[in-house]
């Protein structure tokens, strides 16, 4: 339990890199670009979740699958709407090199599944899903 290779060694060594999505696995589209283009990458990029950013790389927002189903719930016709037009602004974020725990606890904190890894300019440089920390061994309920 208290080895480095632990449960509690990888809650205080694991970091976000070592977990994250990153290069073209990371599910991203520009903000003008159809809805229905969104969700084919979301889809295909399988996390549940599309970055949404603008012409120059910076993160404007996300769509969730949970966005997705509120967009519906609005409007039954989404042929018109662009993916800015349903992404949820400013979504939660997280920079590398923090840990990989850390993340957890602010998934459990948000109720979120994503969280998208930042870099200092606000670009997408890679996404977390909460399965992946709980299938690496994490758990929020013994973070001190």
């Known amino acids: 339990m208290f080895h480095p290779g632990g449960s509690l060694g990888k809650r205080l060594l694991l970091r976000v890199e070592e977990m994250m999505v ?4 990371i599910p991203m589209v520009k903000g003008e670009i159809p809805l229905s283009d969104a969700i084919v990458e979301m889809t295909s990029k399988r996390l549940g979740a599309t970055c949404v950013v603008d012409d120059a790389g910076r993160l404007l927002g996300i769509i969730t699958d949970g966005d997705l189903r509120r967009q519906l719930q609005r409007t039954k016709n989404i042929s018109n709407l ?3 037009d349903a992404m949820t602004k400013n979504p ?20 979120i599944t994503q969280l998208i ?5 606000h670009h997408p ?7 992946d920390l709980v299938k690496a061994g994490l758990r929020g309920d013994t973070v001190g």
């Open 22 to 25: 990153l290069g073209a696995n």
């Open 82 to 84: 662009s993916a800015a």
């Open 92 to 111: 939660k974020t997280i920079r590398k090199g923090s840990l990989a725990a850390t993340a957890l606890e602010e998934m459990e904190s948000y109720n």
């Open 117 to 121: 890894v930042v870099d200092e300019n």
């Open 125 to 131: 440089v890679g996404m977390l899903h909460l399965h």
